[in-house]
């Protein structure tokens, strides 16, 4: 039998699993805590067991979408690691973008959308885009050593990066899907180039 | 005497002037149009003569506060023009980043501040750094001929430039004043990254 706390663990799992389906279909904006519940099959009441309100939840669904984008992505580098760096950069910006495209709405929670203010929106992207930089800045290190290419400041060409990529995906999804092709090779032109800037500059100091 | 048209463009100006003096010291989303038409010495009904709604002042303001960064930031590039590439990229971020610190309410409208919506956020944000963008790529255009270092895919090259400062830019109002200058470092770094990788691009070409 599991235990009290083994069962809450569970029901908590099944509140965030069925608001990240609601909210993949609808927008989180849109749910309402009676409709998160119904779906999680418990009393509306009960749900203040797990989150004190609707804005607690957005924060764990947005952390939820965090990390599986996340590994999502370093899955996509850890694939083509072998097979030299244009590849790297492409499948990770292809998988990041698709990603976005499969999953506008929960992308969307990142944006902020569903957040009170413009500040709380900032906020929510300057978090994930510094623990996507984090990722990456792992990733182009443990690259820069096997490839004997190394990089110069590692951690701000990965911010560099990132904050591109986010920033240049969030605006595709306010396209219309026959333009966002050309968002992902506009990304990857940029991406490549800050890759070269900072090899370039660690080539020169030797 | 002037004209009827000319007067009217005056108030239309008197207004704006106002709604900019107010927003600067308190923030675009905390006046009312009672408070900005006194301020424009202008009846409340005479305000409809110039805008539908607030928030068509609010997008007028928008394009103002947009027009002089602009501005004040090319002015800072063509100054240092002749000193080099380095102190040209440091005196815009320079430039830039002290208008921010200075008018951090006016800089906040670029942001979407008191605007309704995320993605009306991340529209104004676009529609700024498009125009940041364009401006930026001409003059690298001509720095590049001045210079004779040419630079491969100078509009993207622009474009990862303004991304970066203004993200971060805009990260940097939600900090500390002491923790802002780091700021400044950190996109220095980045866009001299972006700014080599370009030239480094070029010069493989041949």
Redesign the interface.
């Known amino acids: 039998m599991p235990t009290r706390a083994a069962q809450k663990q569970a029901t908590r799992r099944a509140v965030i699993d069925a608001a990240l389906r609601l909210s993949a279909e609808r927008g989180f904006s849109s749910l309402s805590l009676r409709g998160v519940a119904k779906e999680a099959g418990i009393a509306p009441t009960s749900f203040y067991r797990h989150f004190a309100s609707m804005d607690e939840l957005g924060l764990a669904l947005v952390d939820e979408v965090g990390v599986s984008l996340r590994q999502l992505v370093r899955e996509a580098r850890r694939r083509v690691d072998k097979s030299g760096k244009g590849s790297v950069i492409r499948a990770s910006i292809q998988t990041f973008l698709s990603y976005v495209e499969k999953n506008e709405n929960l992308f ?1 929670l990142l ?3 569903g ?1 009170s203010s ?2 709380h ?3 929510a ?2 978090k994930e ?1 510094q623990r996507f930089t984090e990722d990456l800045a792992e990733d182009l290190i443990r690259e820069a050593e096997a490839t004997d290419r190394p990089i ?2 590692i951690h ?2 990965a ?2 990066m990132v ?2 990529a986010f ?2 995906g ?2 595709s999804i ?1 396209l219309p899907p026959e333009e966002r092709l050309a968002v992902i090779e ?1 990304i990857i ?2 991406v ?10 660690a080539a020169q100091r030797g």
Chains 1, 2 share one sequence.
């Open positions: 969307r944006l902020g959308e957040s413009p500040a929106v900032r906020r992207i300057g885009i110069a400041h701000h060409a911010e560099a904050t591109v920033n240049l969030a605006k306010d506009r032109i940029e490549r180039m800050i890759m070269r800037g900072a090899q370039a500059e």
